[in-house]
């Protein structure tokens, strides 16, 4: 066990060894402490300047994350892999580009996430409306119609671009969406700062999305049901691989890859209408939002890999705004 002053965290041991190394709980104690400064400190305080002066100051934020390889999952993990992965990443999604390109990517992929993490802290400290005079959307009108008429809508998202700004641009434009997040930020192994982030940034979404909620998965799976059933949306992120037996084979990023099936599944029990979107982020402060066609699979499940199809062309279009990419090199192929 280490302890920084703030609270006693639980460092692995290294094998054959019967405590942590000192410098691996000094290291340690530097990054838990860092991760207080950064989530519980600085990052409020960049959501209270001006726009424009905050997201420069949150790229700023980025390139230094990317300089030392600064991310929460990493240093959750004790294992410092994001920055790697990701590079890897860049050189299966622009083979035909060099080392400079890849690291420049690899790079901005940091920044898009700080901005992803600003937008998101402005969430909770102020109203989002302004998004709507600084966005683009293109094919919200068939998702707003299939509401009406009462039919629930799973909808495909990523790890990518503005994640906040696409759930509050959707809630804006008169959709009710609910959120499916998981639970793994609530963890006791996660630092409390980087847990009550989270807290913040879910209620700054459900103050945007119609009154559509925030539900951790692992703790409410019924809620998405019956929120389909009621001719609500979903938000499921759909770039995480299938960890059981069961998956939904689709190709993607140039193989057949096995993803969790629990879109496919949810729109068949609930009769519901499947659709995706990206939110990306655009010069001078700007987003975008493009939602896919609708499309039912309750005849043919395997249609789904449209929307996979929607997904990864559009990621191939501007793959640093993927800050998920590295999860790229974990999805399993169908042998």
């Known amino acids: 066990m280490a302890t920084t002053g703030l609270t006693t965290v639980s460092v692995p041991k290294t094998r054959g060894a019967s405590s942590p190394r000192i410098l691996q709980r000094l290291e340690d104690a530097a990054h838990y402490g860092f991760q207080d400064f950064d989530y519980r400190l600085l990052q409020p305080a960049i959501a209270r300047l001006p726009l424009r002066v905050g997201q420069a100051v949150a790229d700023a934020r980025g390139c230094v994350?990317?300089?030392?390889?600064?991310?929460?999952?990493?240093?959750?993990?004790?294992?410092?892999?994001?920055?790697?992965?990701?590079?890897?990443?860049?050189?299966?999604?622009?083979?035909?580009?060099?080392?400079?390109?890849?690291?420049?990517?690899?790079?901005?992929?940091?920044?898009?996430?700080?901005?992803?993490?600003?937008?998101?802290?402005?969430?909770?400290?102020?109203?989002?409306?302004?998004?709507?005079?600084?966005?683009?959307?293109?094919?919200?009108?068939?998702?707003?119609?299939?509401?009406?008429?009462?039919?629930?809508?799973?909808?495909?998202?990523?790890?990518?671009?503005?994640?906040?700004?696409?759930?509050?641009?959707?809630?804006?434009?008169?959709?009710r969406v609910n959120f499916l997040a998981s639970a793994v930020v609530e963890l006791p192994t996660v630092h409390p700062a980087i847990t009550d982030f989270y807290r913040r940034k879910y209620r700054g979404f459900e103050r945007h999305m119609n009154g559509g909620r925030v539900v951790y998965f692992e703790r409410s799976p019924r809620y998405f049901y019956r929120a389909l059933q009621r001719g609500e949306a979903v938000i499921v992120l759909g770039d995480l691989r299938s960890k059981g037996k069961r998956a939904l084979d689709v190709p993607f990023f140039g193989a057949a890859r096995r993803m969790a099936q629990g879109p496919v599944r949810m729109a068949q029990r609930t009769g519901s209408l499947l659709s995706a979107y990206l939110c990306h982020h655009e010069p001078g402060g700007r987003y975008s939002l493009e939602c896919a066609p609708l499309i039912d699979i309750s005849a043919d499940p395997s249609k789904a890999a449209e929307l996979y199809a929607f997904l990864e062309a559009r990621i191939l279009q501007r793959p640093e705004q993927w800050w998920a990419a590295d999860l790229l090199h974990s999805y399993d192929e169908v042998d």
């Open 65 to 175: 994350n990317a300089l030392f390889d600064l991310d929460w999952r990493s240093l959750y993990l004790r294992r410092r892999y994001v920055r790697t992965a990701t590079f890897r990443a860049m050189r299966r999604l622009v083979p035909d580009r060099g080392r400079w390109t890849w690291a420049a990517k690899t790079v901005l992929r940091f920044v898009h996430m700080a901005r992803e993490e600003w937008l998101a802290a402005v969430g909770h400290e102020r109203s989002l409306q302004f998004l709507v005079d600084c966005s683009d959307l293109k094919g919200i009108e068939p998702l707003l119609q299939a509401q009406r008429a009462g039919r629930g809508i799973v909808l495909l998202s990523c790890h990518y671009g503005s994640l906040p700004a696409g759930i509050v641009l959707l809630g804006l434009s008169g959709l």
